[in-house]
């Protein structure tokens, strides 16, 4: 286990008040364990790598919204545990008093879109990935707005707060800051929202359709003529952190099963 080099105030987690919650995936005799250290410690470097936050000063005039520790065990596509240990710092959204001023919509696919997609795909002997965006909120676009949070004390330098830059976890309008970055993103490479599924980006070269790519919050299919599907492969992974690309076979979103024949 790598070493956890916060201060010695971090708590028990057995203690699991306001500041920690942890999933029935996660038995009580696991706790207490490094690997939970670990998963958090791991976090917090996510945070950092992303520049999701800015430390400052805590002034009176601050509203500030505390935060808190989600602990689960990752599971695999079909919903069965891998043995990991996730941590996630999630901010109190519900404790956000300016919350309902925030567009918050987040277009997700269509599963009906999903379908028609994958026959085109079969239809024109096309190849499709599967793609999932590693802590994809985190990559979403910057904050328009002015959030300051309560970072949690293991962490927590006395008389700061963090001034958020990212669509923290549990903030109203995360899922569309990342929604809105990956969209422009595939603006930017000549692509089009089909008409009737805004998470659905179709590409022409002159007339003719030579791809597309699903959206649903940081899962992506990206489907089309190999060349196509290729280099949105490679740009998307040169501009985004993934976690998964899968090739063949996959199962999307936990609904829909692809399996290339």
Same mark, same amino acid.
């Given at each position: 286990?790598?070493?956890?080099?916060?201060?010695?105030?971090?708590?028990?987690?057995?203690?699991?008040?306001?500041?920690?919650?942890?999933?029935?995936?996660?038995?009580?005799?696991?706790?207490?364990?490094?690997?939970?250290?670990?998963?958090?410690?791991?976090? =917090?470097?996510?945070?950092?790598?992303?520049?999701?936050?800015?430390?400052?000063?805590?002034?009176? =005039?601050?509203?500030?919204?505390?935060?808190?520790?989600?602990?689960?065990?990752?599971?695999?596509?079909?919903?069965?545990?891998?043995?990991?240990?996730?941590?996630?710092?999630?901010?109190?959204?519900?404790?956000?008093?300016?919350?309902?001023?925030?567009?918050?919509?987040? @277009?997700?696919?269509?599963?009906?879109?999903?379908?028609?997609?994958?026959?085109? +795909?079969?239809?024109?002997?096309?190849?499709?990935?599967?793609?999932?965006?590693?802590?994809?909120?985190?990559?979403?676009?910057?904050?328009?707005?002015?959030?300051?949070?309560?970072? @949690? @004390?293991?962490?927590?330098?006395?008389?700061?707060?963090?001034?958020?830059?990212?669509?923290?976890?549990?903030?109203?309008?995360? +899922?569309?800051? =990342?929604?809105?970055?990956?969209?422009?993103?595939?603006?930017?490479?000549?692509?089009?929202?089909?008409?009737?599924?805004? +998470?659905?980006?179709?590409?022409?070269?002159?007339?003719?359709?030579?791809?597309?790519?699903?959206?649903?919050?940081?899962?992506?299919?990206?489907?089309?003529?190999?060349?196509?599907?290729?280099?949105?492969?490679?740009?998307?992974?040169?501009?985004?952190?993934?976690?998964?690309?899968?090739?063949?076979?996959?199962?999307?979103?936990?609904?829909?099963?692809?399996?290339?024949?």
């Amino acid at each position: 286990h790598m070493a956890i080099p916060w201060s010695s105030n971090i708590h028990k987690l057995e203690d699991t008040h306001n500041n920690v919650f942890i999933s029935q995936r996660v038995p009580r005799r696991e706790w207490s364990t490094p690997d939970v250290k670990e998963a958090m410690y791991k976090e =917090w470097m996510n945070l950092q790598e992303t520049g999701t936050y800015e430390e400052v000063r805590r002034e009176p =005039w601050m509203t500030v919204i505390p935060t808190m520790w989600v602990i689960n065990r990752s599971a695999d596509d079909h919903g069965k545990e891998d043995g990991k240990l996730k941590a996630r710092l999630v901010v109190r959204g519900d404790q956000d008093k300016n919350e309902e001023e925030v567009p918050c919509d987040s @277009p997700t696919v269509d599963r009906t879109t999903v379908k028609m997609m994958i026959a085109i +795909a079969a239809n024109q002997g096309w190849s499709l990935r599967s793609i999932d965006i590693s802590a994809a909120f985190l990559q979403g676009r910057e904050m328009d707005r002015e959030v300051y949070v309560q970072p @949690p @004390p293991e962490i927590a330098t006395p008389g700061t707060v963090w001034k958020l830059k990212k669509g923290l976890y549990g903030l109203k309008e995360a +899922a569309r800051l =990342w929604y809105d970055e990956i969209l422009a993103e595939l603006i930017r490479r000549g692509g089009h929202k089909l008409v009737g599924d805004p +998470a659905c980006v179709v590409f022409h070269v002159n007339g003719t359709f030579i791809g597309f790519v699903i959206i649903h919050v940081d899962d992506i299919i990206i489907g089309g003529a190999p060349k196509f599907v290729l280099e949105m492969v490679l740009h998307i992974k040169a501009r985004f952190r993934v976690s998964k690309d899968q090739v063949e076979r996959f199962i999307y979103t936990g609904t829909v099963s692809y399996t290339h024949l």
